[in-house]
């Protein structure tokens, strides 16, 4: 834990936090507690700073908190990518926020196992313990807007021109593609990646008629959570 998340109603009094929880054991066995000590700190969807050790025991710990500086910037990545495997979907998302993208959607294509719509990695509570150990991890306090689209077609004809639209620049992975990945600090970006086995040919034509521009690593097939790695950090 790089940051100690807050939320709003963990406040009893201005400045003033008691915590109880997984967070005060993860201070009190990892970080480890001292009278006076401080670590960084902040609030869901605010600001960061710094939170200093008041009292603690055994069982809780209460702390006096300063926040005065924003949150990182999000990268200006829009993250389209297809459901991966319920064991990877995590690993994903942690990497897609850690590397500070902001909105993220979620789609179906014909590689994409109907059943992994049904993963409980996919239920609310625990995609949002996914959220909050990424923004830790990385310091941030900003939640992500996640959307799913279950229908491959529709979204990329009635959608996705729109968010190409509105970007600097959209591609999608694909390992036989004629152009590299380029690099584009501070642009607005779209980026489509899709399955292990990649997109079909006619998803594949559906992407580049809506303006995304096919775009490679290199002829090796990588992994979902390690092809978005490498593309988030060539973009941007």
């Known amino acids: 834990m790089n940051l100690l998340l807050l939320n709003e109603t963990d406040f009893f009094a ?7 929880d997984r967070r005060f054991l993860q201070l009190r066995d990892v970080i480890k507690l001292a009278e006076d000590k401080s670590f960084r700190a902040g609030v869901v969807g605010g600001q960061v700073g710094t ?22 910037p999000d990268n200006g990545v829009t993250l389209i990518c297809a459901l991966p495997r319920p064991q990877t979907f995590h690993k994903v998302l942690h990497c897609a926020l850690t590397m500070g993208v902001k909105t993220l959607y979620f789609i179906h294509s014909r590689k994409v196992e109907k059943s992994y719509w049904d993963a409980s ?13 990424a923004l830790e991890q990385c310091g941030d ?21 729109q968010l190409v639209a509105g970007a600097d620049g959209a591609f999608f992975g694909h390992p036989r593609a004629a152009a590299k990945v380029p690099s584009l600090p501070g642009k607005r970006l ?3 990646v899709g399955p292990e086995g990649g997109f079909n040919e006619f998803e594949n034509s559906l992407l580049e008629r809506a303006g995304v521009m096919p775009v490679t690593l290199g002829s090796r097939v990588l992994r979902t959570e390690f092809a978005l790695a490498a593309l988030l950090a060539k973009l941007s």
């Open 141 to 161: 306090t900003i939640y992500p807007q996640i959307e799913y689209r279950k229908r491959f077609k529709p979204f990329a004809e009635d959608e996705l021109p």
């Open 190 to 192: 779209v980026l489509v």
């Open 121 to 133: 990695v996919l239920a609310p509570d625990a995609v949002d313990k996914e959220i909050r150990l």
């Open 51 to 72: 939170a200093q050790v008041v009292e603690f025991n055994d069982s809780e710990v209460t702390l006096q908190v300063r926040l005065d500086h924003a949150p990182p």
């Open 14 to 20: 201005p400045g003033l936090v008691k915590l109880s």
